[in-house]
T-cell receptor, first 117, second 112 residues
Framework: EAGVAQSPRYKIIEKRQSVAFWCNPISGHATLYWYQQILGQGPKLLIQ????????DSQLPKDRFSAERLKGVDSTLKIQPAKLEDSAVYLCASSSFRGGRHRNTIYFGEGSWLTVV | DAKTTQPNSMESNEEEPVHLPCNHS???????IHWYRQLPSQGPEYVIHGLTSNVNNRMASLAIAEDRKSSTLILHRATLRDAAVYYCILRPPLKGAQKLVFGQGTRLTINP
């Protein structure tokens, strides 16, 4: 079974520029998450989708961050304009209700590393 | 979300057992205890979870205190590949898809 795919793996941009990250979840997983992980800290949830609807975006800085999940499959996270403090790893994850004891286990991608200079 | 407390770092030797503690004194009666780990330059991965009874799987064992206010993740024979940050996370019972709320975790170093 293919895992959660993310791209690009690494990105360096200047402050005030824009950037977009793409995520393809595990096939059949209805729930998709975007997390931000700043160096030395645990991941922090930015937004959670159930199919193509938003369940939780309480910690998404909506003045500069946006995310969409068209057709309930792939998702894109955009930052515009970027700030220095947005330098972090952006992790996409997905989960499913199906699967017995491991339903709702969350599977993470390798992350997209963003450096803002 | 109920809070967990873990040591910032621990160190062990290869091929020895490792016991990673987690305190969760405010755990509710229905919260599950989950452990995830994050290898260098990787996203977190599921390790194990439990409610009241001790649990074993191919990766690790989870020992849960009788009062459920603490738990211990046990790696029976650590390898260099087990060097990672280990997160202990409490999750309420399944009522819809639920996020994971991460703390700082424990950074485990394995010496050859």
């Amino acid at each position: 079974e293919a895992g959660v795919a993310q791209s690009p793996r690494y990105k360096i941009i200047e402050k005030r520029q824009s950037v977009a990250f793409w995520c393809n979840p595990i096939s059949g997983h209805a729930t998709l998450y975007w997390y931000q992980q700043i160096l030395g800290q645990g991941p922090k949830l930015l937004i959670q989708f159930q199919n193509n609807g938003v369940v939780d975006d309480s910690q998404l800085p909506k003045d500069r961050f946006s995310a969409e999940r068209l057709k309930g499959v792939d998702s894109t996270l955009k930052i515009q304009p970027a700030k220095l403090e947005d330098s972090a790893v952006y992790l996409c994850a997905s989960s499913s209700f199906r699967g017995g004891r491991h339903r709702n286990t969350i599977y993470f991608g390798e992350g997209s590393w963003l450096t803002v200079v | 979300d109920a809070k967990t407390t873990q040591p910032n770092s621990m160190e062990s030797n290869e091929e020895e057992p490792v016991h990673l503690p987690c305190n969760h004194s405010t755990i509710s009666g229905t919260d599950y205890i989950h452990w995830y780990r994050q290898l260098p330059s990787q996203g977190p991965e599921y390790v194990i979870h439990g409610l009241t009874s001790n649990v074993n799987n191919r990766m690790a064992s989870l020992a849960i205190a009788e009062d459920r206010k603490s738990s211990t993740l046990i790696l029976h024979r650590a390898t260099l590949r087990d060097a990672a940050v280990y997160y202990c996370i409490l999750r309420p019972p399944l009522k819809g898809a639920q996020k994971l709320v991460f703390g700082q975790g424990t950074r485990l170093t394995i010496n050859p």
